[in-house]
């Protein structure tokens, strides 16, 4: 399938943040699975990653198309979109987005790595709702 040529506006964030709630979805059931806890921390990674594009969205700011989610929050501070002090580690799920979707991941990500990376990605999706859904 190829990608449309022009650009266009990504979507809503409802939209965003419903594509965000589904991977955090299948983050879960992989965890209650016999899913490789590579893939686990992926799906973990990419509701973080569609949970800040949805809030870069509902305030108007135009996101990059990356993965890095360090760079995204970098976004957000540059346009003064406050992270709550217990989302300030989220970057450390980036190296999930990619390098670990493959075999010969440089390292073993443990049931620790995995419950983290659950953790944050059930607080950025609850942060991205509340934020989205607030009034005013």
């Not at 990419?46 to 870069?56: C, D, F, N, P």
């Not at 990059?64 to 929050?73: C, N, S």
């Not at 990619?98 to 999706?125: F, N, Q």
Request: glycine share 6%; net charge negative; proline share 8%.
């Amino acid at each position: 399938m190829n990608p449309p040529l022009k650009p266009r506006l990504p979507a809503s964030p409802g939209d965003w943040l419903n594509h965000a709630r589904s991977d955090l979805k299948l983050a879960r059931l992989g965890a209650s699975q016999d899913v490789l806890p590579e893939q686990i921390c992926f799906h973990a990674q990419q509701a973080v990653e569609k949970a800040l594009k949805a809030v870069l969205l509902f305030s108007g700011t135009d996101f990059p198309l990356t993965h890095d989610i360090e760079e995204l929050l970098d976004t957000m501070d540059g346009v003064g979109i406050i992270i709550p002090n217990e989302l300030k580690q989220i970057g450390a799920l980036t190296p999930y987005a990619v390098e670990s979707r493959y075999p010969g991941y440089w390292g073993e990500i443990t049931r620790d790595d995995v419950a983290e990376a659950l953790m944050l990605a059930e607080k950025t999706a609850s942060w991205a709702d509340e934020y989205i859904r607030k009034p005013g």
